[in-house]
């Protein structure tokens, strides 16, 4: 009886392990998303800073760098 017992207990602790490795993929995919939401978020808000730029401000941080035509 004792040996079933522990069997009961390894399965169940078994099941227990299975759903907290699943919970913690899952948990990671979550993370992983926001942090690519995150990036994204940040790139645009820059882009949109860049936008309301003047010509005066872009040139002081840009300089001459760019291709001439």
């Known amino acids: 009886m004792a040996k079933r017992k522990e ?6 602790s078994d099941d227990v392990l299975a759903k907290l490795k699943e919970t ?3 948990l990671l995919k979550h993370e ?3 942090e690519e939401e995150k990036e994204a978020q940040r790139l645009f808000e820059r882009k949109e800073r860049e936008k ?8 002081e ?4 760098k760019g291709n001439k035509f």
Do not use: C, I, P, V
């Not at 309301?52 to 040139?59: D, G, H, I, K």
């Not at 941080?61 to 001459?64: F, K, N, Y």
């Open 7 to 12: 069997e009961s207990n390894s399965m169940l």
């Open 24 to 26: 913690k993929k899952e």
């Open 32 to 34: 992983q998303k926001l």
């Open 52 to 59: 309301n730029l003047s010509f005066a401000e872009l040139l």
């Open 61 to 64: 941080r840009h300089g001459d």
